[in-house]
């Protein structure tokens, strides 16, 4: 099982506070595995859960994760899903066969092919952190239309690129493809990797490199998506992108926004990123792409591209009963902000994001005493027959502290419980 190298690496880049906490975890419910509970929990595995309302008012979540499954020869990162019904609250995990020891095919799977992986079906590659909206669509039999961002790579030992996909049913995806070389067409992605006539620009195929972990959220008539760049030489670049949203599109691109948060402004951008260092053998600056005849910026790393006061990292992000919420997890510790708006942060307000606290999570701690809080939680505001609350979906390490390296990556299920907050408490 590929660790999640990434969610332990991101630096602190907004203030946490420590004061006693206002955000708590409250009531848990039954865990969800990735197959039994008797078979090793070593070889199954998920995290970072993405949760959203399907169009029969049905709760799913899909999370990044792995498991001999009837798809994949290897267990590389993919991302699996459950259901609950809206009539009874039963979930529908994914199926297991005692005779094969192997789980359902995931919903989404790696179809690139890049650096040592492949599109062939019996191989797949590592993808990572799923992040859903959902939004009206005529186009849909459904009325809605789900789109997805997620990373091909997890910037872990291979680079990662944002890939884009939609649905209409909430289950079976389409990834965008339009003039792909890799099977699959990233939306966002560096322009250059280092080769003989670009000597200085970040390893191909280098760990780390690329993206992370994500969050995308709509607000106004625009698609924004939260993200981390990762520099082969350590560093590390925020990045806001975002982009105006058009029912006519299949997946959903408008035509007229295309920009990217940099030193203090929204500035156009084709999403292919060029760096300050992406040179020639010569030392000249490589050519950037443009959108819309405006060229792209040359971009600088570290925290030019940071809208100060958002907590990057692996997370999520709701919006719920009046407000924006976002979880991140880092180090010990899942840490909470909210905003009543995705305000634009060239207003002149350092942020509309409130400082971090720190979740307790006491609770967790005394059912799971193994869990590692370094990995991400979903959200999702609504009511699963106790009243409208705020949900938290946490990865609790369920057995076997000793998967692997010990790091928690392994053996992973999920345990829905209730997220205690000022507004909605429990």
């Known amino acids: 099982m590929k660790r ?30 990735l197959g039994p509970t008797d078979d090793n929990p070593c070889t199954r595995t998920w995290y970072d859960p993405e949760l959203y309302t399907m169009p029969n008012g049905d709760l799913r979540f899909i999370a990044q994760g792995g498991a001999p499954n009837a798809c994949m020869s290897q267990p590389w990162d993919s991302i699996f899903g459950a259901t609950r019904a809206s009539a009874g609250g039963a979930w529908t995990t994914p199926g297991y066969s005692y005779t094969t020891h192997q789980t359902d095919c995931p919903t989404l799977f790696g179809q690139y092919t890049r650096c040592n992986y492949n599109s062939n079906n019996s191989i797949g590659a590592p993808i990572s952190s799923p992040s859903v909206i959902r939004l009206p669509n005529s186009n849909s039999a459904s009325g809605w239309r789900y789109f997805m961002a997620f990373p091909g ?7 990662g690129r944002i890939y884009w996909a939609y649905s209409d049913d909430g289950q079976s995806w389409t990834v965008y493809n339009w003039n792909a070389t890799e099977v699959w067409k990233a939306i966002i992605t560096a322009k250059y990797t280092r080769n003989a006539s670009q000597p200085s620009s970040d390893y191909s195929c280098a760990a780390p490199s690329g993206f992370g972990q994500l969050q995308i959220a709509y607000e106004n008539g625009l698609i924004y998506i939260y993200g981390m760049y990762y520099h082969s030489n350590g560093s590390l670049s925020p990045l806001i992108y975002r982009f105006d ?6 997946f959903g691109f408008g035509p007229s926004v ?11 951008h084709s999403g292919n990123l060029v760096w300050n260092y992406d040179k ?3 030392g000249n600056q490589l050519p950037v792409d443009s959108f819309n005849g405006v060229a792209d910026p040359v971009l600088v790393p570290n925290g030019s591209l940071d809208s100060t006061g958002y907590g990057f990292g692996a997370g999520d992000l709701k919006y719920g009963n009046g407000k924006w919420v976002h979880v991140r997890a880092f180090g010990p510790h899942v840490y909470v902000q909210t905003a009543t708006s995705l305000t634009d942060p060239t207003t002149g307000n350092a942020s509309s994001w409130s400082a971090e606290s720190i979740i307790d999570y006491t609770n967790v701690r005394n059912a799971y005493p193994a869990t590692n809080e370094g990995f991400s939680p979903g959200l999702w505001y609504g009511n699963l027959g106790t009243g409208n609350h705020w949900w938290i979906f946490i990865p609790v390490n369920w057995e076997n502290p000793l998967c692997g390296d010990g790091g928690g990556a392994e053996g992973n299920a999920i345990v829905p419980a209730i997220l205690c907050t000022p507004d909605a408490p429990c």
Request: net charge negative; glycine share 6%.
């Open 280 to 282: 020639d053998v010569n």
């Open 258 to 268: 295309r920009q990217i948060y940099f030193l203090g402004s929204w500035q156009s």
């Open 245 to 250: 949203y058009s029912s006519a599109h299949p």
């Open 153 to 159: 790579g997890n910037a872990d030992y291979i680079e």
């Open 4 to 33: 999640l190298m990434a969610a332990m690496m991101f630096a602190a880049l907004a203030t946490a506070s420590a004061a006693q906490a206002q955000y708590s975890v409250g009531a848990l419910y039954n865990k969800l595995t």
